[in-house]
């Protein structure tokens, strides 16, 4: 057996979001998936592990439901299965139903028809976008995740939020910093897109005029691209991985908050209060005070 972790998402609208829940909940039950799907009346948001051959089944009967007809699901390697055929990635299987698939605090300012998002940011395809980028020398990348992803990957001179969750964007955009950016193009990415179709509609209304989105998020650039491209270092996940790049020539730019030295690895805050991740090499242990709280404990 093969083991396979599908990121997915598609934004439509769903009227009975419970229903589909319990579609879903049994589908991966029985096909001995493990992993998060999260539903809304906006859509579904998933990210699942498990052998190849029952999540391609899962594939198929997710796309018979119409609105999931189009998923754009992406493929990568999981680090194995247990004994059961169980994914080792994800301790569990939880699928629930929330107000937002991708929590920025803002439901009712979503707006979502058959076509997706209404009023979202142009999609970009990793080609287009180096199109973009020789016709145009003004271009800004706006990184959609949550800070402490990026220190150890991020597209080269991209801004970067200072955001701990996906709920600060809201209070970011609308904070001034990044008004000098309303008149030039901007490119948001994110992991696998899906931040991006929100942020970029809340970017768009509030007067940011040329607002683009890399369609299929970091994910499917470094599918193409592997790291020839712009991106570099490594990919935060939310699973058992952690991280992973894009070939094994991948360059390390995360400096461990102990020592300075190059690193990739991730490790919990140990500030109890700290909802983020913080960058530490083995030699300086599991936990570590991030750099924004030691920083803010010196002023």
Known sequence: MLAKILLFYTFTPIADPDAVRLWQRDLCELLGLRGRILISRHGINGTLGGDMAALKTYVRKTKQYDGFRDI????????GLDDGGASLDFPRLSVKVRDEI?????????????????????????GELHKLLAERDDVVFFDGRN???????????????NTDTTRDFVAELESGR???????????YCTGG????????????????EVYQLDGGIVRYGETFGNTGLWEGSLYVFDGRETMTFGDDAAVIGRCA????????????????CASRTVLCE??????????HATADAR
């Not at 754009?72 to 680090?79: N, P, Q, V």
């Not at 800070?147 to 939020?161: D, L, S, T, W």
């Open 72 to 79: 754009d699901f992406k493929w990568s390697t999981g680090s």
């Open 194 to 209: 899906i931040r991006c179709e929100v942020l970029s509609s809340l970017m768009t209304s509030r007067g940011f005029g």
């Open 178 to 188: 990044y008004d000098h950016l309303k008149d030039k193009p901007v490119v948001t």
């Open 147 to 161: 800070a402490f992803e990026a220190e150890i990957g991020r597209f080269k001179n991209a801004v970067v939020p």
């Open 258 to 273: 102990s020592c300075d030295s190059l690193t990739d690895r991730m490790v919990n805050c140990a500030d109890a209060s």
């Open 283 to 292: 030699s300086c242990g599991d936990r570590a005070v991030c750099r924004m």
């Open 102 to 126: 991708v929590s920025f605090g803002a439901p009712d300012e979503l707006a979502v028809d058959d076509s997706g998002v209404v009023g979202g940011g142009t999609h970009l395809k990793p």
